[in-house]
């Protein structure tokens, strides 16, 4: 059968993460590549505790029938207090969806807002599997340059100008891939000038509850008057990415498109997962199950930072972050990852190639490491193994 897929498949390509989770499948391989959180910060006492629970109440047939698109009301209400952390006030149930993973959250404001040719702004480089389902939209996504303070503010007004943007996606804490966080000053001046050209700006922020270090930073969305900005928030990297549970806030007119969209999408998020991350959070088990993970994460990130002091040679430049899951780094610009990466592999040790997080595929020389999943010995190793290879092309 010579099958005829829609033209939006064209654009995307999966080949890249199919990879890398089934690099993570082979026991042998030390994998910087995924996002993996550590198995030993998966709360499985506590999950088992709750399900059992939610299994013996006289509920529990509730769980087993369909829901709300919106979400559990409980666990809307819940999660209108939860985002004053992230220094979100005032959330109305109105302005809140829960959805299945920060994932599910970027589809559907992409569903809600782009049209095909509609241009989209992301940092340079960005989340990987943005730009694919940016892709499946007919979404056009431009690069926006990054300095140390968060986006360039000039080139942004610039691109801003120019191309007449639908929409701006960003990942302003612990960024994937770079690590990155942006400013207080550079959130509220994006905030500010998107507003001001009517730009609809994705704050995606799977990661800002993992910091090791530094000072805590307010999200984007705390300073947005207008009304622009979109806050999606996961669980996936706190309590569980199998679990599948987050939340969008947004204006009122917004959460009832996406809303919408997740109709056609899953009809609900499974009741049982919304529970799960109900009773998780109203337990108050997510506060102390941080500190482990935050404190895991900093002795990993330690170990990888330390291993690439004592390993990598001189020309290996890299991001040095305060939280969240990954390292970013480059060699001079003559050495070309993507084509390393099968050699890599071969010496048991995988990485991903930096260009898949670049609008344009440029970024050859860069490359993302994960410092989550790995324990501490194989970071050790993994690092020297890596380095051993940069050293040998660098000679070359
Ligand atoms: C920046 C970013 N956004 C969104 C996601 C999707 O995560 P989930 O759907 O599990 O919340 C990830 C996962 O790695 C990510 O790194």
Same mark, same amino acid.
């Given at each position: 059968?010579?099958?005829?897929?829609?033209?939006?498949?064209?654009?995307?390509?999966?080949?890249?993460?199919?990879?890398?989770? @089934?690099?993570?499948?082979?026991?042998?391989?030390?994998?910087?590549?995924?996002g993996n959180p550590?198995?030993?910060?998966?709360?499985?006492?506590?999950?088992?505790?709750?399900?059992?629970?939610?299994?013996?109440?006289?509920?529990?047939?509730?769980?087993?029938?369909?829901?709300?698109?919106?979400?559990?009301?409980?666990?809307?209400?819940?999660?209108?207090?939860?985002?004053?952390?992230?220094?979100?006030?005032?959330?109305?149930?109105?302005?809140?969806?829960?959805?299945?993973?920060?994932?599910?959250?970027?589809?559907?404001?992409?569903?809600?807002?782009?049209?095909?040719?509609?241009?989209?702004?992301?940092?340079?480089?960005?989340?990987?599997?943005?730009?694919?389902?940016?892709?499946?939209?007919?979404?056009?996504?431009?690069?926006?340059?990054?300095?140390?303070?968060?986006?360039?503010?000039?080139?942004?007004?610039?691109?801003?100008?120019?191309?007449?943007?639908?929409?701006?996606?960003?990942?302003?804490?612990?960024?994937?891939?770079?690590?990155?966080t942006?400013?207080?000053?550079?959130?509220?001046?994006? *905030?500010?000038?998107?507003?001001?050209?009517?730009?609809?700006?994705?704050?995606?922020?799977?990661?800002?509850?993992?910091?090791?270090?530094?000072?805590y930073?307010?999200?984007?969305?705390?300073?947005?008057?207008?009304?622009?900005?979109?806050?999606?928030?996961?669980?996936? @990297?706190?309590?569980?990415?199998?679990?599948?549970?987050?939340? *969008?806030?947004? *204006?009122?007119?917004?959460?009832?498109?996406?809303?919408?969209?997740?109709?056609?999408?899953?009809?609900?998020?499974?009741?049982?997962?919304?529970?799960?991350?109900?009773?998780?959070?109203?337990?108050?088990?997510?506060?102390?199950?941080?500190? @482990?993970?935050?404190?895991?994460?900093?002795?990993?990130?330690?170990?990888?930072?330390?291993?690439?002091?004592?390993?990598?040679?001189?020309?290996?430049?890299?991001?040095?972050?305060?939280?969240?899951l990954?390292?970013?780094?480059?060699?001079?610009?003559?050495?070309?990852?993507?084509?390393?990466?099968?050699?890599?592999?071969?010496? @048991?040790?995988?990485?991903?190639?930096?260009?898949?997080?670049?609008?344009?595929?440029?970024?050859?020389?860069?490359?993302?490491?994960?410092?989550?999943?790995?324990?501490?010995?194989?970071?050790?190793?993994?690092i020297?193994?890596?380095?051993?290879l940069?050293?040998?092309?660098?000679?070359?």
């Amino acid at each position: 059968m010579n099958y005829t897929f829609s033209e939006r498949m064209k654009n995307m390509n999966g080949t890249a993460t199919r990879e890398i989770f @089934k690099l993570l499948g082979n026991p042998e391989i030390i994998s910087f590549a995924g996002g993996n959180p550590a198995i030993e910060c998966l709360p499985t006492e506590r999950v088992k505790e709750i399900t059992a629970d939610i299994c013996s109440s006289p509920n529990f047939a509730r769980v087993l029938q369909y829901g709300l698109t919106a979400g559990f009301p409980e666990l809307r209400e819940l999660l209108c207090k939860y985002v004053e952390t992230a220094d979100i006030y005032g959330t109305k149930t109105e302005n809140v969806l829960v959805i299945s993973g920060g994932q599910q959250g970027i589809d559907l404001a992409l569903k809600a807002f782009i049209n095909p040719g509609d241009v989209i702004l992301v940092e340079d480089p960005t989340y990987l599997a943005f730009l694919q389902l940016a892709n499946s939209y007919e979404g056009i996504c431009k690069g926006v340059k990054a300095n140390d303070d968060g986006l360039d503010l000039c080139d942004l007004e610039e691109k801003i100008k120019k191309y007449n943007p639908k929409m701006l996606y960003c990942v302003p804490t612990f960024s994937n891939p770079t690590g990155k966080t942006y400013s207080v000053e550079n959130r509220k001046a994006i *905030a500010e000038m998107t507003a001001k050209y009517g730009v609809i700006v994705i704050e995606d922020d799977p990661y800002s509850k993992l910091r090791f270090k530094g000072e805590y930073v307010p999200s984007m969305k705390s300073f947005d008057k207008a009304g622009n900005v979109i806050f999606i928030s996961s669980f996936s @990297k706190i309590i569980s990415p199998g679990n599948r549970t987050g939340v *969008a806030v947004g *204006a009122p007119e917004i959460i009832r498109k996406m809303e919408i969209g997740k109709q056609g999408t899953d009809l609900h998020t499974p009741n049982l997962s919304q529970m799960i991350t109900y009773e998780y959070l109203r337990r108050g088990y997510l506060e102390p199950d941080l500190k @482990k993970a935050v404190r895991i994460y900093g002795e990993k990130k330690g170990a990888m930072s330390d291993a690439i002091k004592k390993y990598m040679p001189e020309e290996f430049r890299c991001t040095d972050p305060d939280g969240g899951l990954f390292i970013w780094g480059s060699l001079p610009e003559r050495i070309d990852m993507v084509k390393m990466l099968p050699e890599a592999v071969e010496r @048991k040790v995988a990485y991903i190639q930096g260009s898949v997080f670049y609008a344009d595929g440029s970024g050859t020389n860069y490359v993302r490491l994960n410092y989550s999943y790995a324990n501490l010995s194989q970071i050790e190793e993994g690092i020297a193994r890596l380095a051993g290879l940069f050293k040998e092309k660098l000679a070359k």
